[in-house]
């Protein structure tokens, strides 16, 4: 499926499954675990979405949120989140294929959508979370700088969450090592939080 024209003309090309997970993700109250307990029972995101509430009823811990499920599942706006797939230059890495990140496939409740603007390689395997504080002092800063710089260096991944305080300043010390840093954002791409590091974002990205 082709949706949206950007970037030069560009759309993004979707497969059925994929238009039918990020269906099921967005779903609101429908995560990982059940996520995955669903397509246990059905066999695909496509079978979900065809699924009876009588059918729904019997997949472990969702019972009576069956019938508000089936309704919510009627009207997901994929062509809308296709869209700000397109706008925000963001592509997917979906669980199971072999570009998911594998560190990421051995925890428990890996989500089975990733929405991923720059890229991943195999060797972020070699990767190291520093997160910290937001309120933190002078100190603290050099400190977060210094040790994601060094990590850097040494051929370590900085993972962190692009945060105010110890997480900007851990993406800011990979940088400047010229090395690889990667964010986790728990409010999306569409909006980059805080405002202020939208630059260090697309840094990030870039990087």
Known sequence: ????????????????????????????????????????????ASAVLRASADELREVPYLG????????????????????????????????????????????????????????IEKYDEKAIAIVGSRACTSYGKRWAERIGEDLARAGWTIVSGLARGIDACAHRGALKAKGRTLAVLAGGLSKIYPPEHRDLASEVAAS
């Open 64 to 119: 009576s949120k069956a019938d508000a499920l089936t309704r919510a599942l009627a009207n997901p706006d994929v062509a809308k989140e296709c869209e700000q797939i397109v706008k925000h230059g963001v592509h997917l890495r979906v669980l199971g294929r072999p570009d998911y990140p594998a560190n990421l496939t051995t925890i428990d409740d890996a989500p089975h959508l990733l929405f991923v603007r720059g890229t």
């Open 1 to 44: 499926c082709r949706v949206g024209e950007s970037h030069g003309g560009r759309g993004v090309n979707l497969s059925d499954d994929e238009r039918d997970l990020i269906a099921l993700n967005l779903v609101t109250g429908i995560g990982p675990r059940l996520t995955a307990s669903l397509l246990a029972r059905f066999g695909s």
